[in-house]
């Protein structure tokens, strides 16, 4: 009979292989262990990574732009006014740009004071302001008073100056203060030298002859606009004008209607040899004229004239100086 053997164990499967087990588990599990930490440490590293592409801030950066102090904003220094009316409240006055000559009502000599609708005007804006006002008259024509403002010679204009798309290119035109017709008065005589057969409609639409204007006058553009067929004669100043239609000169005088009333009430006398025309479809507005730069002191005068309790008419303008055309009425 075969003796069974003994079967004997692996070489290094022994009882001292058996005894380094644990030894071996031991750092198989420190293995595993460094793995973990290290896939973990990975993937926070690609989450960071993608948060901070995307602008998001992780808690870890959070907290340290917590911790950082606050740096306080840069100090600005805020003018206590705007520019344009900085400059009027240092100077301690407003410079208001006037023709040089009298334009009764608007502004003359009254008993050797200056006076009129747009000297008050000026002096309730100074008012409001709270500085004295000062009345610069260097100007011989109404455009030279443009010039003056767009020039910066003054703050502003209250000259009877009308709202012009010329003048506006160079100016600002507050809204305006007194809305006007435009009017003829013509030398009857010649009126009716040209009229003959046509009615006074037909005659005024198709105007010929001379027609006389102030010269610098926004007049002179409204005459070429309305009546391209009359011939433009300029003087330097309305009362020549007037007298050139009582003499028969030329043909009629062109201006606002206040003017045109004005004669009624100062020149009686030559309703025989003047006619009065006032015409429906035109407009003169006058307004203030400020230089292009002063839009807030421009938004200032435009909210002044809004507290206004009532707008002004030329009717109501030449009531309130009746004393003067009363003074001033001719024998």
Known sequence: MQKMGVIQPPPGRGA??????????????????????????????????????????????????????????????????????????DRGQLTVAVLGQDNAPFFMDDQGQLDGFDIQLARALADQLGVAVEIERSAQTFDQVVDTVYGQGADLAISKISRTLKRAQRVRFSQP???????????????????????????????????????GSSYVGFLKQKFPQATIVEYPTWEEVVEAVVRGDILAAYRDEL??????RTRPDA????????????????????????????????????TLPTQPTVDTVLDDYADYWAAQRQP
């Open 16 to 89: 001292g292989a058996r005894a380094n087990w644990p030894r071996e588990l031991r750092r198989l599990g420190v293995m595993l262990a460094l793995l973990v930490v290290v896939i973990l440490g990975c993937r926070d590293t690609a989450l960071a990574a993608t948060k901070a592409s995307t602008g998001s801030a992780t808690p870890t950066s959070r907290t340290a732009s917590a911790s950082q102090p606050r740096t306080a904003p840069p100090t600005v220094d805020i003018p206590a006014m705007p520019p344009d009316i900085q400059r009027i409240l």
């Open 177 to 215: 203060y007194l809305r006007m017709r435009q009017g003829l008065l013509v030398n009857r005589l010649q009126m009716a030298e040209q009229t003959q057969r046509r009615s006074m409609v037909e005659t005024i639409r198709d105007l010929r002859g001379e027609v006389g204007v102030i010269k």
């Open 259 to 264: 003017e045109i009333k004005k004669m009624v």
């Open 271 to 306: 309703a025989l040899q003047l006619q009065t025309i006032a015409l429906t479809d035109t407009q003169d507005a006058l307004a203030v004229v400020l230089p292009w730069s002063s839009t807030h002191l421009l938004a200032f005068v435009d909210q002044y004239l809004d």
